[in-house]
């Protein structure tokens, strides 16, 4: 678990110092929402549906602090390096890297313990991963409409 804690706390670091790509407003409204998003999906398919988790059956403050850790500073390294002037081509292989990472790392946390499957398989969340990814994109095109009309 501690292995883990330090990858989160290395993704934070590096997405500190990291040239930004984005503007302040737009980094704060897509990691709450992806913070949001992602406690709202653990909600649900972990505490409602009980088909993974972490650490152990129920709430923990450990993953509560893992939730506030990853999803934010995962979100933000995938929308500042966002390849939004390529082409589709190029885009689509972007958010395919993102999400073979996801999944690696996803099983690299099921061997620790950190998280475990009730009925969850890996393949459900290779499907989904893009899906996420491209609704975090969409979020940030609306922010940007939304930061425009101001």
């Not at 990691?31 to 993974?52: E, I, K």
């Not at 934010?72 to 395919?96: A, G």
């Not at 790392?105 to 996420?132: H, M």
Request: aromatic share 28%; glycine share 2%.
């Amino acid at each position: 678990m501690v292995y883990v804690f330090v990858f989160f706390l290395i993704l934070d670091i590096v997405s500190f110092f990291v040239p930004k790509n984005l503007s302040r407003i737009e980094i704060y409204a897509t990691s709450f929402f992806a913070y949001a998003f992602g406690l709202t999906t653990d909600v649900v398919f972990d505490l409602h549906y009980n088909l993974y988790g972490y650490l152990s059956p129920g709430f923990q403050w450990p993953s509560m602090l893992a939730i506030i850790m990853y999803f934010p500073s995962v979100s933000f390294l995938f929308l500042n390096f966002f390849p939004f002037h390529k082409r589709m081509r190029f885009k689509m292989i972007y958010i395919f890297v993102w999400s073979v990472f996801s999944v690696s790392f996803e099983w690299l946390t099921l061997q620790t313990d950190f998280f475990y499957y009730n009925g969850w398989k890996l393949w459900y969340s290779a499907v989904l991963y893009p899906f996420i990814f491209l609704i975090l994109v969409c979020n940030l095109k609306l922010v940007r409409k939304q930061s425009a009309n101001r």
